[in-house]
């Protein structure tokens, strides 16, 4: 794939009606392994209030996606948005197309009031990192404790 022109890319807000090409396009880039879930999609509410999720269109086809919600976190509360995830087709990355797309994301808080963004990164990718520290994102004093022990009483053995 050549150079895209930039007048061509349309970044805008998810809707409910991407939510098939945007589990084509994962499994695209997953190589037939999706990370993304129907109901994943359904139940973030694409264009709903609190959605900041993003695609973007280079003539026409989705090329990317942003996967991005509002939430209210810590004691006092304070509205941040949560990047959990950046893709774009193989064909269109390395020419900013995820750039434009968090930037879209960063404009909307703005627009907001939300003041702070947040990207879930898993700590051994690097190159996410990077791309992160890029858009003035910084390592967060923030840490993350998961319980995985919920799947054992959703599903029993």
């Known amino acids: 794939m ?7 890319v349309i ?15 994962d499994a695209k880039i997953g190589e037939g392994k999706s990370k993304v879930s129907y109901r994943d999609l359904v ?22 996606f942003v996967l ?3 939430a209210y976190i810590g004691l006092p509360l ?4 949560v990047i959990g995830a950046v893709a774009v087709d193989p064909e269109y990355q390395e020419q900013g197309i995820g750039s434009k797309m968090v930037n879209k ?12 963004a947040r990207a879930l990164i898993n700590e051994e990718d690097s190159d996410l990192a990077r791309f992160f520290q890029r858009l ?8 993350n404790y998961d ?5 054992d009483y959703l599903h029993p053995k």
């Open 68 to 70: 991005a919600r509002l």
């Open 11 to 25: 970044v805008r807000r998810m809707t409910r009606g991407d939510i098939d090409t945007i589990l084509a396009l």
């Open 136 to 143: 003035s994102f910084h390592r967060s004093k923030v840490i």
């Open 105 to 116: 994301v960063l404009d909307r808080c703005y627009d907001e009031d939300v003041p702070r």
């Open 43 to 64: 139940v973030t509410d694409p264009g709903g209030a609190l959605d900041f999720s993003f695609v973007c269109e280079y003539n026409g086809k989705v090329i990317g």
């Open 147 to 151: 319980n995985l022990t919920i799947a």
């Open 2 to 8: 050549g150079k895209i022109v930039d007048s061509e």
């Open 78 to 81: 304070i509205g941040t948005c």
